[in-house]
């Protein structure tokens, strides 16, 4: 991706491509009603975490460390996808601009 990508960045101006070693993950850049889906969101990265960490916790790498790790991860995502629907309601959804709480 290198050089092509580094234009790219969410509505906020951050960088929506993440390289590092062993890992690539590009976030969607632009509303998605008006460029179309490009990329990932945050809520894909950790469904992504919380698929990887059930596998151990489904197996003989279950523990109690694994079980507050998707604890935490669950929560990250109920939070974001409360954000989402505060953004819907005020119309804000895909637009550069701050939602209110409740």
């Known amino acids: 991706m290198g050089e092509n990508m580094e234009k790219f960045r969410h509505l906020d ?3 929506a491509v993440v390289e590092l070693p ?3 993950i590009v976030f969607q850049h632009g509303n ?3 460029v179309g889906p490009n990329g990932c969101r945050i809520e894909d990265v950790i469904d992504i975490l919380v698929n990887k960490l059930l596998d151990f ?3 003989d790498l279950a523990c109690e460390e694994n079980a507050t790790a998707l604890y935490h991860l669950e929560m990250a995502r109920e939070a974001l996808v409360l954000r989402r629907r505060r953004r819907e309601q005020q119309g804000l959804l895909g637009v550069k601009g701050s939602h209110t709480a409740s």
């Open 13 to 15: 101006g951050s960088e």
């Open 22 to 24: 062993y890992v690539q």
């Open 32 to 34: 998605p009603a008006e």
């Open 57 to 59: 916790q489904g197996r």
